[in-house]
């Protein structure tokens, strides 16, 4: 069974942009996240730093 090659331009144009939106915002949020982690560290914090770095990774990697 082989897969099929991802290509972002088979997706909806607003998806696209979406996407293109997210990436561009995703790093600066993420910046801003760890530096209230290290000011004062609460656990709703921390989980919200690692769901936003999952995000990064996986807009990164192409995966969603």
Known sequence: MSRR???PYFLPPWLRKTRFYCR???VP???FQGIR???IPT???IILL???ALLW???FTDFL
């Open 37 to 39: 982690v290290i000011i």
């Open 50 to 52: 690692l769901v936003l």
């Open 57 to 59: 990774y996986l807009l």
């Open 24 to 26: 561009s915002i995703i």
């Open 43 to 45: 656990t709703g914090d």
């Open 5 to 7: 090659k991802y290509n």
């Open 29 to 31: 949020l993420c910046c």
